[in-house]
Nanobody, 125 residues
Framework: QVQLVESGGGSVQAGGSLRLSCAAS???????MGWFRQAPGKQREGVAVIDSDGGNAVADSVKGRFTISKDNAKNTLYLQMNSLKPEDTAMYYCSASSAWPCYRPTWRSSDYGYWGQGTQVTVSS
């Protein structure tokens, strides 16, 4: 069983930075992991995903601004967010894939069987 707990969200002005963390319990080093977000009235969307070998991808909307990384020794996933924009405002969720090993990052939310409770990010203009 995998449990995920996000932290690091908050309120920031446009242009600012935040680093989200996702502390995992259970076996995650061979799973794909990802960050998804959902804004009020909008569908959940993938932000960044990473596979068991560290290969990763980020959404076009955040490319060049957000970076996903993980520390297997600490069983923690990170999302470094720079140059934040008001449109980045959303609840951010950490996720881990149901299957492992996972050698290619996946954007399909149905591949992720474990989800955290979310952390709110609010960016003001």
């Amino acid at each position: 069983q995998v449990q995920l707990v996000e932290s690091g969200g908050g309120s920031v002005q446009a242009g600012g930075s935040l680093r989200l963390s996702c502390a995992a319990s259970g076996y995650t080093s061979s799973r794909c992991m990802g960050w998804f977000r959902q804004a009020p009235g909008k569908q959940r969307e993938g932000v960044a995903v990473i596979d068991s070998d560290g290969g990763n991808a980020v959404a076009d909307s955040v490319k060049g601004r957000f970076t996903i990384s993980k520390d297997n020794a600490k069983n923690t996933l990170y999302l470094q967010m720079n140059s934040l924009k008001p449109e980045d405002t959303a609840m951010y969720y950490c996720s881990a894939s149901s299957a492992w090993p996972c050698y290619r990052p996946t954007w399909r939310s149905s591949d992720y069987g474990y989800w955290g409770q979310g952390t709110q990010v609010t960016v003001s203009s």
